[in-house]
């Protein structure tokens, strides 16, 4: 069965920092790439960053330079640290995975933590 589990969500003000957490099994987490999504109330959902088994990472242009993406092949873990966090961050944040080929599986997508931030 495959799980993906989200963590380090909350409240925070404007300026201040988190660090979510999504910690996969089911998976071989070394050949899925892995990802952070979030929607905010009213929006679409939108990716927010992404990271490659081999560590090759894409964030979105309203994050770049306040948000990492990174990964723990070792712990089937991908992280999303993020600084300076403002209100419009605020959203329901997903992690998900994408295996490097189809052949290899399907998408999976974690409950979703809430990040709310503050003003």
């Known amino acids: 069965q495959v799980q993906l589990v989200e963590s380090g969500g909350g409240l925070v003000q404007t300026g201040g920092s988190l660090r979510l957490s999504c910690t996969t099994s089911g998976i071989s987490f070394s050949l899925y790439v892995t990802g952070w999504y979030r929607q905010a109330p009213g929006k679409q959902r939108e990716m927010v960053a992404r990271?490659?088994?081999?560590?090759?990472?894409n964030v979105v242009d309203a994050v770049k330079g306040r948000f990492t993406i990174s990964r723990d092949n070792a712990k089937s873990t991908v992280y999303l640290q993020m600084n300076s966090l403002k209100p419009e961050d605020t959203a329901v944040y997903y992690c998900?995975?994408?295996?490097?080929?189809?052949?290899?599986?399907?998408?999976?997508w974690g409950q979703g933590t809430q990040v709310t931030v503050s003003s």
């Open positions: 990271i490659t088994p081999a560590n090759i990472t």
């Open positions: 998900a995975v994408s295996p490097l080929s189809p052949r290899l599986g399907k998408d999976y």
